[in-house]
């Protein structure tokens, strides 16, 4: 089972420079989450969407935004990237929104360096 | 979410228990006690969540105290693997909390061979 797959893994970017990352899910998940972690932190959450067509905001979201494609698929754009944005981030997805106490699925991260 | 407090680092020996502590005084009725773990460049993976009992799976055990104002959660035998940050986090089970897991910075484990 692939699980949550992020694309990239390692991504460069200059200050100014637009950029999306790629998750996807096959597990028939219907909520999925967008996270980011800075160094020695723990991490928080940018966006989320409970379900296919609706997305949300969460802790963090100025500067970022968000589509959920489909059932499978939920990207995060920077529209102009920013040094404060360099970071880990992590897709996360679970079978039901995270009130419902059901387990959320991570990615493996895509760490993203803006210079 | 309530907010939880666990110690920054601790150390086992390989192949003995660890007690891995979580103190949340403020935790409500409905907070369910949630555990995951991220190993080294690597997303969070879940470990385990309870309510009030004692809970068991492959991974881990889950003591909860009476009060339900702190936590254990148990490696009964640690490996080389399990060496991990390890987040302890109250979840709303009312279905009016919010949509996000909180996470602290956790618990970095270092177990020694």
């Known amino acids: 089972n692939a699980g949550v797959t992020q694309t990239p893994k390692f991504q460069v970017l200059k200050t100014g420079q637009s950029m999306t990352l790629q998750c996807a899910q096959d597990m028939n998940h219907n909520s999925m989450y967008w996270y980011r972690q800075d160094p020695g932190m723990g991490l928080r959450l940018i966006y989320y969407s409970a379900s296919e067509g609706t997305t949300d905001k969460g802790e963090v979201p100025n500067g970022y935004n968000v589509s959920r494609l489909n059932k499978r698929e939920f990207s995060l754009r920077l529209e102009s990237a920013a040094p404060s944005q360099t970071s880990v981030y992590f897709c996360a997805s679970s079978l039901q929104p995270s009130r419902f106490n059901t387990e959320a699925f991570f990615g493996q991260g895509t760490r993203l360096t803006v210079v | 979410d309530a907010k939880t407090t666990q110690p920054n680092s601790m150390e086992s020996n390989e192949e003995e228990p660890v007690h891995l502590p979580c103190n949340h005084s403020t935790i409500s009725g409905t907070d369910y006690i949630h555990w995951y773990r991220q190993l080294p460049s690597q997303g969070p993976e879940y470990v385990i969540h309870?309510?009030?009992s004692n809970v068991n799976n492959r991974m881990a055990s889950l003591a909860i105290a009476e009060d339900r104002k702190s936590s254990t959660l148990i490696l009964h035998r640690a490996t080389l693997r399990d060496a991990a940050v390890y987040y302890c986090?109250?979840?709303?089970?009312?279905?009016?909390?919010?949509?996000?897991?909180?996470f602290g910075k956790g618990t970095k484990l270092s177990v020694i061979p």
């Open positions: 309870g309510l009030t």
């Open positions: 986090i109250l979840r709303d089970g009312s279905g009016a909390g919010s949509y996000q897991l909180t």
